[in-house]
C-alpha cells in the first residue's frame, strides 16, 4: 500500500531523444508527486514535483504526465543530453501526514553522446 | 543560501563502535528528515524532527538508533555499537515553512554521509 514502483531500472537512450521513466502507486492518499535527480556521491536534487489536480507540468525539458485513474505518474526527459546521465527517483507522499517521502527504487539513465 | 549542510561526508567505523552523523538544515528551516540510502536502492525514511521534537520515527529502528534535533545546533543521527548492515549513504532533508506556517511538502536533501563499517 505504502511502495511505489519504479520502472525500469535501467535505460539507455541516444542524445537528442526522449527519455521516459514510469512510477506506480496504490495509496490513494498521496497527493504530492515529486521527482528527484542523483548524480553518483551527491544527495537527491528536487527536479519536478507535480500535484493531482493537473495531468501535466513542465518545466524546460522535464515533463512529468499523472494519471489519477490509473495511480500512475511519469517523467519525460527530452532532448536528452549526456549531463542528463543520472539516477532518477520517483517519490510520494501525503500533505498534513508525517510528511514523509515513499521513493522509488530509481532508474538509472545514461545518455551516449 | 547554502543548503542542507551534513558532516562528516565520509565516516568509517569498527563493528561496536558509535556513529554520530550531524546535519545543519537550510536556514530558516525547522523540520529535518533523515533517510538511508542502500547501495542500488531508493531512500528509505527514518525519522522526521522539528525543533526539540521527534514527530515521527516510525521508520527508525528499534534498537541502537536515536535522532534528535535540539533548539540550538545541528541534527544528530546516533548508531551505538554499528554493524556492518549498518553501511550505507544516509541523507538528511529539511523542509520550510508555508506563509500559512504549516510545513511544506519539498524537501531539500543534503550531500549525505557514507558510513563504512568494517
Known amino acids: 500500500q505504502q511502495q511505489v514502483k519504479q520502472s525500469p531500472q535501467s535505460l539507455i537512450v541516444q542524445k537528442g531523444g526522449i527519455s521516459i521513466i514510469n512510477c506506480a502507486y496504490e495509496n490513494t492518499a498521496f497527493d504530492y508527486f515529486p521527482w528527484y535527480q542523483q548524480f553518483p556521491g551527491k544527495g537527491p536534487a528536487l527536479l519536478i514535483a507535480?500535484?493531482?489536480?493537473?495531468s501535466e507540468k513542465k518545466e524546460g525539458r522535464f515533463t512529468i504526465s499523472f494519471n489519477k485513474s490509473a495511480k500512475q505518474f511519469s517523467l519525460h526527459i527530452m532532448d536528452s543530453q549526456p549531463g542528463d546521465s543520472a539516477t532518477y527517483f520517483c517519490?510520494?507522499?501525503?500533505?498534513?501526514?508525517?510528511?514523509?517521502?515513499?521513493f522509488g527504487k530509481g532508474t538509472k539513465l545514461s545518455v551516449k553522446p | 543560501n547554502a543548503g542542507v549542510m551534513q558532516n562528516p561526508r565520509h565516516l568509517v567505523r569498527r563493528r561496536g563502535q558509535e556513529a554520530r552523523l550531524r546535519c545543519s538544515p537550510m536556514k530558516g528551516h525547522s523540520h529535518v528528515y533523515w533517510y538511508r540510502q542502500l547501495p542500488e536502492e531508493g531512500l528509505k525514511f527514518m525519522v522526521y524532527l522539528q525543533k526539540e521534537n521527534i514527530i515521527d520515527e516510525s521508520g527508525m529502528p528499534k534498537e541502537r538508533f536515536s535522532a534528535e534535533f535540539p533548539k540550538e545546533g545541528p541534527s544528530i543521527l546516533r548508531i551505538q555499537q554499528v554493524v556492518r548492515g549498518d553501511s550505507a549513504a544516509y541523507f538528511c532533508?529539511?523542509?520550510?515553512?508555508?506563509?500559512?506556517?504549516?510545513?511544506?511538502?519539498?524537501?531539500?536533501f543534503g550531500p549525505g554521509t557514507r558510513l563504512t563499517v568494517l
Open positions: 532533508a529539511s523542509s520550510p515553512l508555508s506563509l500559512a506556517g504549516a510545513v511544506t511538502d519539498t524537501q531539500y
Open positions: 507535480i500535484r493531482p489536480d493537473v
Open positions: 517519490a510520494a507522499s501525503t500533505t498534513g501526514s508525517q510528511g514523509n517521502l515513499i
